[in-house]
């Protein structure tokens, strides 16, 4: 039998992937979209029109428009990625943050109950690492206790429980797959590696004069969203539903990340002074290329980010193919392309 897969923000980055994965693995896939959405999702997936493919308007904070559309679609696995995203976003719209990433999931799952679709539709819910903020624990795993620093970690948490509750208390299969950053050449330069390759190109070929950063210490566990849609799969294939941390193990800074970056466009970044004043320099040249811009700080930073990801290794047999250095890579050649056309 054909499997019939519903996804919630298919525009986005991970939207993206896991439609492209359920698409060649012969599902049906439906895509809930907003009318105001500008991205394409075809073309990201590079598939003109694909016969499978279907799309939905709606908005999360639509319940009638939800209980619809799964009432049409019937659909045997639902991916819930859609967000506002933006950890830097929700410190400006706590409210709207609050409504799509809480009140959203909440919507799906009382959408399968009222349907009477407990024991047909499964449920994967995107939450976050950022759950475990200041964590006391590193690396953070399944058990660690949840200590959310803003908004966003805070409107994902209440997901996250209302995922538990629902699965505990009507026996419905939802899984909580607890993600760290995973990045892609489709993630917005609203992120920080996206703007950092970005611009090491844009630098590189003469298109910007510098980079403008906020915390260059940060630390974040970054890898790669294609990987992350297949333990999304995984999940739902279980025999029981089960909450998973998705991470790499591995981290590393922000100055990291901009070193390996401007080293792939053949730049060497050397660092002067501290806090604000700290520098990157073109060691070839002596250009000041990067500079501290106290705007892109938050206003609460969490800290050391690092997941554990055993239990997916063993469970799933899931373990993350492309590491930090080939991510980079990837997403400069594919912003060199675009500087190309
Ligand atoms: P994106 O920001 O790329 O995509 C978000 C999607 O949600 C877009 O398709 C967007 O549609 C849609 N959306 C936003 N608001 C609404 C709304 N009100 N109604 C309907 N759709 C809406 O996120 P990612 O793909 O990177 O992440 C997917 C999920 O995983 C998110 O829930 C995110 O919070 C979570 N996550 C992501 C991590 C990461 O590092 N990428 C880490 C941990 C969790 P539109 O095109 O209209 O804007
Ligand atoms: P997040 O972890 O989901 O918030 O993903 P981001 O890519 O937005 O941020 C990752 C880390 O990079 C955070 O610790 C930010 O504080 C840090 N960072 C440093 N400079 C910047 C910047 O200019 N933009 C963004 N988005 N983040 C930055």
């Not at 799906?108 to 006391?136: D, H, M, P, V, Y």
């Not at 997901?159 to 993600?179: H, K, L, Q, S």
């Not at 063993?314 to 675009?338: H, I, S, T, Y």
Request: charged letters at 25%.
């Amino acid at each position: 039998m054909t499997k019939v897969a519903l996804i919630t923000g298919i525009t986005g980055q991970d939207g993206t992937y896991i439609s492209k994965l359920l698409l060649d693995k012969g599902y049906v896939v439906h895509g809930i979209k907003r009318e105001s959405s500008t991205t394409r999702i075809e073309d990201n997936n590079k598939e003109k029109k694909n016969v499978n493919l279907h799309f939905h308007f709606c908005d999360m904070t639509d319940y009638s428009k939800i209980i619809r559309i799964i009432q049409d679609v019937c659909p045997d696995e639902i991916y819930n990625l859609a967000a506002q995203s933006s950890v830097h976003t929700s410190f400006d719209r706590p409210e709207y943050t609050a409504e799509i990433n809480s009140l959203g999931t909440l919507h799906l799952l009382e959408a399968i109950r009222t349907l009477g679709l407990e024991k047909k539709t499964k449920l994967f819910q995107a939450c976050t690492g950022e759950i475990f903020g200041n964590s006391l624990e590193t690396p953070q795993n399944e058990n660690t206790p949840f200590r959310p620093q803003n908004p966003y970690a805070v409107s994902k948490l209440y997901a996250y429980w209302i995922c538990v509750n629902y699965r505990e208390a009507y026996d419905m299969f939802v899984c909580n797959g607890i993600m760290f950053n995973h990045e892609s050449p489709i993630r917005p330069d609203s992120f920080v590696t996206r703007k950092i390759t970005k611009a090491a190109v844009r630098i590189k070929k003469g298109f910007q004069e510098k980079l403008y950063l906020g915390n260059l210490n940060a630390k974040r566990d970054w890898g790669f969203a294609g990987d992350y849609a297949e333990a999304m799969w995984l999940m739902l294939q279980q025999d029981k539903p089960d909450d998973y941390v998705i991470a790499t193990g591995e981290t590393h800074s922000v100055k990291d990340m901009v070193e390996f970056a401007f080293r792939e466009v053949g730049i060497e970044i050397e660092w002067e002074g501290e806090g604000l004043d700290k520098k990157g320099i073109n060691a070839g040249t002596g250009e000041v290329l990067i500079e501290v811009d106290p705007q892109f700080y938050r206003p609460i930073e969490s800290s050391l980010f690092v997941g554990n990801p055993s239990k997916a290794r063993e469970k799933l047999g899931w373990v993350p193919r492309v590491n930090f250095e080939e991510l980079v890579k990837m997403m400069v050649k594919n912003d060199l392309e675009l500087v190309k056309c």
